[in-house]
């Protein structure tokens, strides 16, 4: 160690979300005595993935700009960072609402190559989300690589610009369907097998929709109370959505799991996995159901690139619509495909990018700069 190309990573933070875990699977994967990965976030407090990080010999450098608001600061901070860092050739931009700012000082600095990465397909429609939004305005401006994890991804930030398609792929093996473990997980949960189990995995927030969730859940429990709900995650509208469901008095049929390390143990439980996200770019945690064999119900606000089993199905955010399909699918049986082959293939895409970062940092394609 120690003459490996080090990749410079800026996101909020590496709490565990759909981000976070791409860029960890890629990380896990990838060749460390070639490629290491280096983590620039905008918060002080420790997260999710921090300790993995620097056990696999990641450097985290904090800037919070997100709690302390103080752009100047930010700026000058950074503007420092990159002229002490020269070792960054290559920086991977996951943050479009500040990338026009850390982009700009890397580029002042000499960063050869700075990707901007589209994650996303729209914005909440709050103060915060169109202030954010104009800020997306703005994010390639100083990039001179542009990715996106979906063609409707990079549709919405690029525009009529060219860019790549990167999929949020996944270690298929990791979340195959075993059904001894499925029996482990129930009894641990105190779930019966003739227990019908709704599942949904993703952070506490407006996106997520987790209050047409519990709405949906009651309406399903009047037709049929031999049922549960599973949610996997944590976030600023948890106590929100907890005061709902005692509020409709069925939070003894949901079981709120906070942040799990064990996400592809608990896809076992599950008997159907359900997004009705307001918008999404491409959801990592629909790929993995699938690889589950899980039935997934995604919002029709959700890109049509995310079904690789060809079983799912997309529904307007109406809940008689929702509840419909999932008691039509009480009875499904897990569809279990191999996906060695699929693009979602984590040790393919691994293997792309470790070659695009070295062609990169080596400035072999010269015409990328700028």
């Given at each position: 160690?120690?003459?490996?190309?080090?990749?410079?990573?800026?996101?909020?933070?590496?709490?565990?979300?759909?981000?976070?875990?791409?860029?960890?699977?890629?990380?896990?994967?990838?060749?460390?005595?070639?490629?290491?990965?280096?983590?620039?976030?905008?918060?002080?407090?420790?997260?999710?993935?921090?300790?993995?990080?620097?056990?696999?010999?990641?450097?985290?450098?904090?800037?919070?700009?997100?709690?302390?608001?103080?752009?100047?600061?930010?700026?000058?901070?950074?503007?420092?960072?990159f002229k002490e860092h020269t070792e960054y050739k290559v920086v991977h931009g996951h943050m479009a609402s500040l990338?026009?700012?850390?982009?700009?000082?890397?580029?002042?600095?000499?960063?050869?190559?700075?990707?901007?990465?589209?994650?996303?397909?729209?914005?909440?429609?709050?103060?915060?989300?169109?202030?954010?939004?104009?800020?997306f305005r703005f994010a390639d401006k100083h990039a001179n690589v542009r990715w996106a994890c979906s063609n409707e991804a990079g549709k919405y930030l690029y525009k009529k610009k060219s860019f790549d398609v990167i999929p949020n792929a996944i270690d298929f093996k990791k979340f195959e369907y075993n059904p001894k473990i499925r029996e482990t997980v129930r009894k641990e949960l105190d779930i019966n097998e003739e227990t019908f189990v709704i599942g949904h995995v993703g952070r506490f927030n407006l996106q997520k929709n987790h209050k047409f969730i519990i709405n949906l859940m009651e309406k399903l429990l009047r037709e049929n109370e031999n049922l549960k709900l599973l949610l996997i995650g944590d976030g600023e509208t948890k106590e929100e959505i907890n005061k709902l469901a005692c509020d409709l008095n069925i939070n003894n049929k949901i079981i709120f799991l906070g942040i799990r390390e064990d996400v592809n143990r608990i896809y076992q439980a599950m008997d159907i996995l359900i997004m009705p996200s307001l918008f999404e770019g491409l959801p990592v945690t629909g790929i993995e159901a699938q690889a589950n064999g899980l039935k997934c119900l995604f919002s029709d606000n959700i890109t049509r690139e995310v079904d690789i089993s060809k079983k799912s199905e997309f529904i307007k955010l109406s809940e008689e619509a929702w509840k419909n399909s999932i008691i039509e699918n009480i009875h499904y049986k897990r569809d279990l495909k191999d996906f060695d082959n699929s693009i979602f293939n984590i040790e393919k895409l691994t293997k792309q990018l470790q070659r695009r970062y070295e062609e990169y940092y080596y400035e072999k394609f010269s015409s990328k700069k700028g």
């Open positions: 160690m120690g003459n490996e190309i080090r990749i410079l990573q800026i996101v909020p933070n590496m709490q565990q979300g759909g981000i976070e875990n791409f860029i960890m699977n890629i990380y896990r994967n990838i060749d460390k005595n070639k490629i290491q990965f280096d983590f620039l976030v905008h918060y002080n407090k420790k997260c999710f993935f921090d300790e993995e990080i620097e056990r696999l010999g990641g450097k985290i450098y904090r800037f919070p700009v997100m709690e302390n608001k103080n752009v100047i600061r930010y700026i000058k901070e950074l503007d420092k960072f990338a026009f700012i850390y982009l700009w000082i890397a580029k002042k600095n000499g960063v050869k190559y700075r990707i901007i990465h589209s994650h996303g397909t729209s914005f909440l429609k709050t103060v915060k989300g169109i202030a954010k939004y104009i800020l």
